[in-house]
């Protein structure tokens, strides 16, 4: 009986001690967090300077949570408020920047990269756009029976055959923005190639864009990159829409210092246009914009540019140098699937432009595949041989010693060109294609080797 009250009063004594032990630590929580200021949030404590990919991550996480706040208010505020945000996320994450800078590789500005911002999910955007493209159906409506139709379910289900570490994100997500500059620079890019349509207008399964472009400059600069434009199919795009819409862009963009321009041999630093699907209009009409004596002549005026036209077949190549343009580009990046895209023949489109001064801009990409938006296009699939098919991709664009080199792509997930991060993903009865037995980041350690070759071959050419 003695023993049972010794042991019950050592009990209490413990049971005092303790809760004297939490009442005191509770008061000392409490005294500090007055000591705290109002506007630390989460993950904003002393010492994060110290690890600056933290810190870098903690504003960007502000920045979203900023505009998830304004999802529901006016597109213009939006907008507003998204470029006001990116400006105050690079200014606060510049340090993080400059050590960056010390590690990773210079940015080669021969070294030109398709990019687009037409992805969307319903946190910035109000729902999915892209990712829940729709299934192509074949032209020949007895093939077409035998394939799916519908649209893809996004996030699990997206409309690509490979699934981005990033998810199924949103071109406006500041966080996304920077993470893909990010990536291009520690892949030796240089130049920013843009997919534009002009204001209010879209691809057909996309949603206007052009107010994300100074957001996309600003970032660009920030990682030393520069930002040139890819002009896109729009409706009644002839010479006079494109002389409005070159001044258009010039006027509005010219002067940021992210705005691209190429010194030429003759010395003159010119903005630089690629456009898609240039074969679609006739000479006549293109030779009024890009010609000296044409009725809507560009040329010699404050807009003059230089103009890159798409060659698809042998024949264009005649077409594009009648039209006025400066250069040209083979955009696919599947070998043999067009006569621009098959790498035997750069030799003879670089000769025929090196005799009728014009650039040859020749497209290398990690590989190809669209099946999971046009399931009937099996034979266009190639494989990426664990990044073998984009190294003798370089390796046929290097030997025709051109002064740019462009790359399909960096983010266009639909046809598997992409370069961007991906990682392994199986969601119910879809398995995506990864990047194994390779990191996520392979292809941009692949461009950054190829950036660094082709400088150096570069410097031996012009010796």
């Given at each position: ?132 493209h729709p299934l192509l159906p074949h032209w020949d409506p007895k093939i077409a029976n035998n ?56 691809d057909e399964n996309g949603e206007p864009t052009d107010d994300l472009v100074p957001v996309v ?247």
């Amino acid at each position: 009986s003695l023993n049972y009250d010794i042991m019950a009063r050592f009990r209490r004594r413990t049971c005092i001690i303790l809760l004297l032990f939490i009442l005191f630590i509770c008061s000392i929580m409490m005294a500090l967090k007055t000591l705290r200021p109002d506007r630390a949030g989460f993950g904003d404590p002393f010492g994060l300077g110290l690890l600056p990919e933290l810190q870098q991550r903690t504003v960007l996480l502000d920045s979203k949570q900023n505009l998830l706040n304004r999802a529901q208010g006016d597109t213009v505020t939006r907008v507003s408020n998204l470029h006001s945000i990116a400006v105050n996320t690079m200014k606060a994450s510049m340090s993080s920047v400059r050590k960056l800078e010390e590690e990773l590789s210079s940015p080669n500005y021969n070294f030109h990269i398709f990019y687009y911002t037409w992805y969307g999910n319903p946190q910035f955007d109000g729902k999915y756009i892209h990712w829940n493209h729709p299934l192509l159906p074949h032209w020949d409506p007895k093939i077409a029976n035998n394939y799916p139709k519908g649209r893809h379910n996004p996030p699990e289900d997206i409309g690509a055959n490979f699934y981005p570490e990033l998810g199924s994100y949103s071109s406006k997500d500041p966080t996304v923005i920077e993470a893909h500059m990010k990536q291009m620079r520690a892949a030796s890019t240089g130049v920013i190639v843009l997919s534009w349509y002009p204001p209010g207008m879209a691809d057909e399964n996309g949603e206007p864009t052009d107010d994300l472009v100074p957001v996309v400059l600003d970032y660009a600069h920030k990682y030393n990159l520069k930002v040139t434009f890819h002009i896109e199919p729009y409706k009644d795009r002839d010479d006079r829409s494109m002389y409005h819409n070159v001044k258009y862009i010039i006027d509005k963009y010219g002067s940021h210092p992210a705005f691209y321009r190429h010194k030429t041999s003759t010395g003159r630093l010119l903005p630089m246009f690629y456009v898609y699907d240039s074969y679609v209009t006739i000479p006549e009409i293109w030779a009024n914009l890009l010609t000296v004596s044409g009725s809507q002549s560009i040329r010699n005026t404050p807009y003059d540019a230089l103009f890159i036209a798409l060659l698809v077949e042998e024949r264009h190549k005649h077409d594009i140098h009648r039209s006025g343009f400066d250069g040209m580009y083979t955009y696919f990046a599947t070998n043999g699937f067009s006569y621009g895209s098959s790498h035997h023949n750069w030799a003879s489109l670089k000769a025929f432009c090196d005799s009728n001064n014009l650039m040859f801009i020749p497209s290398v990409g990690p590989g190809y595949i669209d099946t999971s938006i046009r399931p009937w296009n099996n034979h266009n699939t190639r494989n990426r041989v664990n990044g073998k098919y984009y190294e003798t991709a370089f390796s046929a664009a290097l030997l025709v010693r051109p002064e740019i080199i462009s790359i399909t792509s960096f983010n266009e997930w639909h046809e598997g060109t992409q370069i961007e991060k991906a990682i392994p993903k199986r969601t119910g009865q879809v398995v995506y294609l990864d990047y194994k037995p390779h990191k996520p980041n392979v292809y941009l350690e692949l461009t950054q080797k190829w950036s660094e070759k082709y400088r150096k071959e570069q410097e031996q050419w012009l010796m």
